[in-house]
């Protein structure tokens, strides 16, 4: 596979009247053709810098960027066309149509107008294609965004938190959309807090940290690399968990008690716990390995919670409207 998208050194400051802050710092990322790639990073972590970076919205001060193999932003006149991109919240003439929408940004983009019925059956929004934008819901509104930036049925799309408003149902439609792109060839960058919908669908992720990178790789190679080999202990009698914590520690283990179970690290051989807590009496009632998962990774990666909005740092000089005009249309 070729990488579709890489930045290799990429450096962004923003300077005020507080001083200095290094947004990127030497971030590096490549996402290879045909995968959906996750990317990651905590409130303030430079996530959202960088995809405006990328799309020439904000202009670097250093480093080398590349889509579809040019490097840019020199070349995005010539690559515009084969990406599609939304970035932060959609913003759209609420009294129009989204077929009217769409219809209106086919005809600005030199896309065939039966490509708008495509594009609405892809999103989910065929049978509310008629009803005005300013009626919709948030989510519905991200599903329009997301299929203005399909219309030219790009090579590699970039979605910024593209499940955010949609329900349950919603996210799972979405994500089932991104595979079924994926599958047809196209590449996904998705940007998202929704750690378990990314570990779900994505083929691969970048987790960017205080503007560097700190991890990348195949989701089960990130995974892989942060395993533990604690284990969660139960025992018959929650009254025994603190004695059982002791006991665990004399013998050299790393103990944390939880409200109905232990966490216990450190130990080679996990029947020396069963035989330590046997010898007081106590007896064990599960003894399991903790499963690694991607936000117990980006957590510890991190230090924050993946929760958090994104913070959007925007350049008030190149401030654009959600769906800029050479990517979302």
């Not at 799972?172 to 599958?183: F, K, S, V, W, Y």
């Not at 283990?253 to 939880?258: D, G």
């Not at 330590?276 to 009632?285: C, F, M, N, P």
Request: charged share 20%; hydrophobic share 40%.
């Amino acid at each position: 596979m070729s990488a579709v998208l890489e930045i290799q050194g990429l450096r962004k400051t923003y300077r005020s009247r507080r001083g200095v802050r290094r947004a990127l710092d030497g971030f590096d990322m490549a996402v290879e053709a045909g995968q959906v790639h996750g990317f990651l990073g905590p409130n303030g972590s430079g996530k959202t810098t960088t995809l405006r970076t990328l799309l020439g919205l904000i202009k670097a001060d250093g480093g080398r960027m590349s889509l579809l193999g040019r490097a840019v932003p020199q070349a995005l006149p010539e690559v515009a066309g084969q990406v599609g991109a939304i970035v932060e919240s959609p913003q759209f003439f609420g009294n129009f149509s989204a077929r009217d929408t769409l219809s209106l940004l086919a005809d600005a983009g030199g896309v065939p107008q039966s490509r708008v019925a495509e594009v609405l059956e892809l999103v989910g929004l065929r049978d509310r294609a008629g009803e005005r934008v300013k009626t919709y819901s948030l989510g519905l509104k991200q599903r329009l965004a997301v299929g203005s930036a399909l219309l030219k049925n790009p090579r590699l799309l970039i979605l910024d938190e593209p499940a955010n408003g949609l329900d349950p149902g919603g996210i799972r439609e979405m994500r089932t959309l991104m595979r079924t792109l994926a599958g047809s060839g196209m590449t996904v960058l998705l940007s998202s807090h929704i750690l378990g919908e990314i570990q779900l669908i994505c083929d691969s992720v970048t987790i960017i940290s205080a503007g560097r990178r700190v991890a990348a790789g195949t989701v089960a190679d990130v995974l892989a690399r942060h395993a533990t080999s604690a284990v969660r202990v139960r025992v018959e009698s929650v009254a025994d968990l603190t004695s059982s914590a002791g006991a665990l520690r004399e013998i050299g283990a790393r103990v944390s008690v939880e409200p109905d179970h232990l966490v216990v690290g450190g130990i080679a051989q996990p029947g020396a716990i069963t035989r330590t807590l046997a010898a007081r009496g106590i007896y064990v009632s599960e003894l399991a390995p903790v499963a690694v998962d991607l936000e117990s990774v980006f957590l510890e990666l991190t230090g924050t919670t993946p929760v958090e909005g994104e913070h959007r740092q925007v350049d008030q000089s190149t401030a654009t409207p959600a769906v800029h005009g050479g990517w979302g249309q």
